[in-house]
């Protein structure tokens, strides 16, 4: 007998811990079978569960999942612009963010005697350089904390296209003049650029290229900020843990006013900082109005290819075909080095350049609101972007001066899926576009590519299921003025 039991010992234990281990794969078994069984069994891929929701969702609960969706980067931004007038506002008078400077605003246009002011109402300048204005000048302008909360709100509309009557002249001739000071003021424009990072890293963006012309900073004073100073300045304020905490990467492009009289000197200037800075500042763009014919691409072929001889390894994104008239402005800049285009809104007009571009490796960087409220495309529908799109040219979507359109990149996306029903395969194209043909150095950018399709397989497995309207309700959104206004969303 003892025998025996001394034999089945052994074979107890083994019963046992098999058991055990059996009740280990049921658990997980089931969880498996509770979970994922069903998503599984039910063979639909998430292109095609992308279809159902489009056909079955509300425009809130299509916007909500946009909202949700990971987004890649956004390589076409210009700093200062790409700020919203509620940010602004905000930061502007907030004591520890301007370190007491205080900023002013033309609220109250007067008729002052032999002085006739080019500012635009809720022009905003720094304390410095209001005190300098004659009396009555002076007078006009209110501290923007001593607004009424009438003159807040034209203060806040004053920085955005909110009308159907304005366009590229309001954007050009007024938005610039109302930041003001605000954007000259290193601490508040930095800080203004730590809030935009968090707010594109809420809605699923990992990186940023921002425009800086300069960086044209001035002190309390008024005094100009050395270039260099000011990079210190930007530098340092990314390294700080509120900006560090978004998860975001962001690099600058050097970027020069195209009809400037001095645009060839600024590009020499703009090529030396890159080579001081090339981790931070990681190529070169040009902007402004292409219809002003002082800044024609041609005009900068030979300052191009002089720094060429200087310089290797600095990439151009620039400015192209931004423009309703027909013209070959993309072929010109594609002749002055552009690795990237852009808008490239009037390229269909040019045919051998379209065909050149064809499966070839020029990004085209469409911003379909910043095409509309500017009126270089009125109607999004007659956006050449599909065109572009799917006939093998490589394009990716961006927000442009989205502090003036109100917007954020969720509204890019929105009207793209909307307006030219794109797919998932087509919006996860999209997506990898904008890393793969970022500036960044080649090791960041395989990472950020890496987790641009980690997160992609994450949403999908969130998303896949028929509990969807569900996972929606809890995205929390934010509301975007443009979305509102276009498209009746939160309403
Ligand atoms: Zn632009």
Redesign the pocket.
Known sequence: MLFWLRQQRPMTRFLRSSFKLYRRQLAWLSLLVVGLLPRILSARTFPQQFERIKQAATREQLYRLLYAMPKGGDL?Q?FNLANLAESWLLLATDPKVTRNNVFYTRARPRDCPNITSTAPRFTTLQKSSVEILPPCQRDEYVALSAMTPEERALFVSGLKLDRDDEGRQEFFDAIGSRIGDMGRDPNLASAALVDNMRRFAAEGLRYMEV?VIGPKFIDIYGQPVAVERGVQILRERLMTPDAQATGMTVRFLATVVRHHPDAESQIERAYELVSKHRDLFVGINI?GREEDGRGHALRFVDVFRRMRTRYGGIPLSL?AGESEAPGTQVKDTLLLGANRI??GTNLLSDQSTLLLMRGNHYLIET?LL?NQLLKYVPDIKQHPFPEFLRIGIPVCLNT??RGAWDSNMTDEFFAAVTNFNLSWEEIVAIGRNSLTYSFAESPVRERLLREYDTAVKRFELLYIGDDWPEKLRQVNLPKSGYAKRKWGIFE
């Open positions: 076409h210009h425009f902007a400015h852009g808008h911003s910043s442009d001066d």
